[in-house]
């Protein structure tokens, strides 16, 4: 079951992932083919800009196929990474 905890992970670990590669968020997103507000608020573990409204991202398959492919990794390995 997806969780706070888990999206939380998932965002850390993107955040990682792309300082590690030298990307801004800018950068990172507009290759991915998703706004830098979605991948704020992925990296946020967050669903919305609301902070009244604490749902846990939950992004598409095609949002973190595009994300990995940037990080020049498969989704699996992204999630394995999280330790999903």
């Known amino acids: 079951m997806w969780s706070e ?4 992970r998932l965002g850390a670990t993107l ?4 300082n590690a590669r030298g ?3 800018e950068s990172l997103a507009y290759q991915a ?5 979605q991948l704020q608020l992925i990296e946020a573990g967050r669903s919305t ?3 009244d409204d604490p749902g846990p991202s939950n992004p598409r398959m ?6 990995a ?3 020049g990794m498969t989704v699996a390995q992204l999630m394995a990474a999280a330790e999903l």
């Open 23 to 25: 990307l801004s968020q």
């Open 15 to 18: 955040r990682r992932l792309r």
């Open 33 to 37: 083919g998703i706004t830098k507000n």
């Open 69 to 71: 492919e940037v990080l």
């Open 49 to 51: 800009g609301r902070r």
């Open 5 to 8: 905890e888990k999206a939380g």
């Open 62 to 67: 095609a949002t973190l196929s595009g994300l």
